[in-house]
Structure formats: C-alpha cells, structure tokens
C-alpha cells in the first residue's frame, strides 16, 4: 500500500544551523512528490513540490528538496534556519491520477 | 486573489448534533479537498470533490459527507457528532487534481464536540 513517513515527529536546531526534514514514501511508480509547511493556527503553504526532472528542487523561504529514486526519499534542507522557520512540516505524495498522501508531519524548534 | 475562506472558524457542538462546515475556494479552482487535522492522527484526508463530483474518498464512516455546488464552493456534513470528531477541518482548493496540482489550503475551522 501507498505510504509516507517522515520519521522524526519533532526535531529542534539552533538558529542559523543547517536543516534536513526526512520523508520517505512507498509508492511503485514515480509520485508527485511536495512539501508543505503549517505555521500555529494556520493552513498550510506549499513550499516547493516536485514532478519530473531536476531531481533538486528550490522552493520559497531558501529551501529546497532532492529526489532520490533509489531511496524512495524526497528530503528538505535549508542551509540556515531562522526563528521564523518554526512551524510543522509535511510531506505529501501524489499517487497517479488518484489520491494524496500526507506524513505526519514534523515539528521543527528553533533554539535562539 | 482572495485565498480560501472557511466558515465559521471555530464551532462547539454537543454529542449526537449534526454540523456543516462550509469551503469557499479560490475564483476558477474546480477541485476542494477536506482534511482533518488532530494531534494523534495528524492530517487525514476526508474527500477530495471535482467539478461538484466526488472523486475519492478517505476512510471515515459514513456520517461524513459533503458536496460541492456549481460555483466550486463545497460543504461538509458531520451527523451524530462523537467525541473523537473534535479537530480541526482543513479545506483546501486547487485548479486540477489533487494528487497532481498545489494546493490551498484555508485557515480550517476548530470543531469542538462536548
């Protein structure tokens, strides 16, 4: 069956490090692969998303996605996170022309 | 543009009442798609309506319904509201498809079931 897993519920980093968000998903063929992000008491925002060719993507805010076939993975990293990174992060997959998976989701903290 | 507006934002209902929660989508987007949003669960699809047919539908019993009018403005019904139906319902609108096309979402509203 069709699945996505981000494996880490919450994650916290000191602002101005790195970032990488996890999502791995099970699916035969290649997905419509996005990510989206919720601020508190808000909806979500598509940050970038990913269909067919450059496996790295940008997005907005500075950050971006790569695409690993062999892994079945489609990460998102930012080189450097800001406070205002704070929110939780989904990772969605598209599966043919049929339906959307969501992860969990991820809550990312942000150390001053 | 005017994003995709949801009434009303926050509701509280009583065990046993109905609720219908109302989505305005984004002017020429013909698809809206209803979540539900809870700590434990995190986001669950609910249905996903097309052109005011329904093109999928996720795995909640049938007291959950909706519908989508000609103008692409959608409506979801909860009957017999349960504890456990308190969350948050995410609409969200897109030109085409789900699966294949960015969605947007609106602010939700905040159901609770006392």
């Known amino acids: 069956a069709q699945s996505v897993t981000q494996p880490d519920i919450h994650i916290t980093v000191s602002e101005g490090a790195s970032l990488e968000l996890r999502c791995n998903y099970s699916?035969?063929?290649?997905?419509?692969l996005f990510w989206y992000v919720q601020s508190p008491g808000q909806g979500l925002q598509l940050l970038l998303k990913?269909?067919?060719?450059?496996?790295l993507v940008q997005g907005i805010k500075g950050f971006e996605a790569e695409f690993k076939r062999s892994q079945s993975s489609f990460n998102l990293r930012k080189p450097s996170v800001h406070w205002s990174d704070a929110a939780e992060y989904f990772c969605?997959?598209?599966?043919?022309?049929?339906?959307?998976?969501f992860g969990k989701g991820t809550r990312l903290h942000i150390l001053p | 543009k005017a994003g995709v507006t949801q009434t009303p934002r926050y509701l509280i209902k009583t065990r046993g009442q109905q609720v219908t929660l109302s989505c305005s989508p984004i002017?020429?987007?013909?698809?809206v798609s209803w979540y539900q949003q809870t700590p434990g669960q995190g986001l669950q699809f609910l249905f996903e309506?097309?052109?005011?047919?329904?093109?999928n539908k996720g795995n909640f019993p049938g007291r959950f319904s909706g519908r989508q009018f000609s103008n692409s403005r959608s409506e979801m019904n909860v009957s017999t509201l349960e504890l456990g139906d308190s969350a948050l319902y995410l609409c969200?609108?897109?030109?085409?498809?789900?699966?294949?096309?960015?969605?947007?979402f609106g602010p939700g509203t905040r159901l609770t079931v006392l």
């Open positions: 969200a609108s897109s030109l085409g498809i789900a699966a294949t096309d960015t969605q947007y």
């Open positions: 699916y035969g063929a290649t997905p419509y």
């Open positions: 309506y097309f052109s005011e047919t329904q093109r």
């Open positions: 990913y269909f067919s060719g450059d496996t």
């Open positions: 002017s020429g987007h013909r698809s």
């Open positions: 969605a997959v598209g599966v043919g022309d049929d339906k959307i998976i």
